[in-house]
């Protein structure tokens, strides 16, 4: 004869194993710029990144970005303007390889941050996003308070001069 109190009612599988936590480790901005690819440039600093994330944050809040490739490229062609950030872990990189020179010929200014992660996060998405275009804010758009840091950040992007890049000839 069977104690039925003796049974275990619910099974612990796994619970005395050391295994990963559901909590990702987050990495460091060093170990992010490590997985950027060749055309990543130019790819925004330590600070400058965070600050483009906290950009990206506030201009999707009042709804003054574009996410993703579609978008963007969608919104240059009816004229858009404004401020590109781009992830620099991209891969394959011919999903974004056409967007610098598309920005450059529209004469909008560009940077790259390390994560594709990050930048879909500030954007307020679930997905990764590979870019993001910011709005130019008009005086129409009370609510944005990210001016300072919008100037700051395409003037910081103006700077860089694409000509500059050494191609190395193989």
Do not use: W
């Not at 599988?13 to 440039?41: C, H, L, P, W």
């Not at 600093?45 to 994330?53: C, V």
Request: some cysteine.
């Amino acid at each position: 004869r069977v104690d039925c109190r003796s049974i275990p009612t619910h099974t612990t599988m796994g619970d005395d194993q050391d295994t990963k936590s559901d909590a990702v480790v987050a990495k460091s901005y060093e170990e992010r710029v490590e997985a950027v690819n060749v055309i990543s440039q130019p790819l925004a600093s330590k600070k400058s990144t965070k600050k483009a994330h906290k950009l990206v944050k506030k201009a999707a809040s009042v709804k003054l970005i574009r996410r993703g490739v579609k978008e963007v490229v969608k919104g240059l062609r009816k004229g858009e303007s404004g401020l590109a950030i781009l992830a620099g872990d991209i891969y394959p990189i011919d999903v974004i390889s056409h967007l610098p020179i598309l920005l450059e010929e529209k004469n909008i200014p560009y940077l790259f941050v390390p994560s594709k992660q990050d930048l879909g996060a500030a954007a307020s998405t679930k997905r990764p996003t590979s870019v993001v275009l910011i709005r130019t804010p008009t005086k129409g758009n009370k609510d944005f308070d990210g001016k300072e840091l919008y100037d700051t950040l395409v003037s910081e992007a103006k700077e860089y001069d694409p000509t500059s890049v050494a191609v190395s000839s193989s």
